[in-house]
């Protein structure tokens, strides 16, 4: 099992930028997907970004392709968002969330991801 740690949300305007951390600790050593979700109050849990932990293959969402880029420091067992040109449409609550998985192509559905974080809120005003 993989416990997860997000941090670095905060507020911005329009157009600013921000990078969230996922620091990751526990059985950490086999073969992952990692992804980042976010949650808007009364919206379902939308999967924004996916990487695999030893293939490096990487997956956007629509809404986020060109702004957002997904990362990982594995020496350090820590994953990061960098967000760009923030819209107060990316306002929500971001998540973290690991699943084992062998095969390099990542799922991104939330229900097939085992471990989460606590979440991070993420405010873009306009």
């Known amino acids: 099992q993989v416990q997860l740690v997000e941090s670095g949300g905060g507020s911005v305007h329009t157009g600013g930028s921000l990078r969230l951390s996922c620091a990751a600790s526990g059985d950490t050593g086999g073969n992952y997907c990692v992804a980042w979700f976010r949650q808007a109050p009364g919206n379902r849990r939308e999967g924004i970004a996916v990487i695999h932990n030893r293939a490096g293959k990487t997956t956007y969402a629509d809404s986020v392709k060109g702004r957002t880029t997904i990362s990982q420091d594995n020496a350090n067992d820590t994953l990061y968002l960098q967000m760009n040109n923030l819209k107060p449409e990316d306002t929500a609550n971001y998540y973290c969330?690991?699943?084992?998985?062998?095969?390099?192509?990542?799922?991104?559905?939330?229900?097939?991801?085992?471990?989460w974080g606590q979440g991070t809120l993420v405010t873009v005003s306009s």
């Open positions: 969330a690991a699943t084992a998985r062998d095969i390099f192509s990542c799922p991104t559905s939330p229900a097939l991801f085992q471990s």
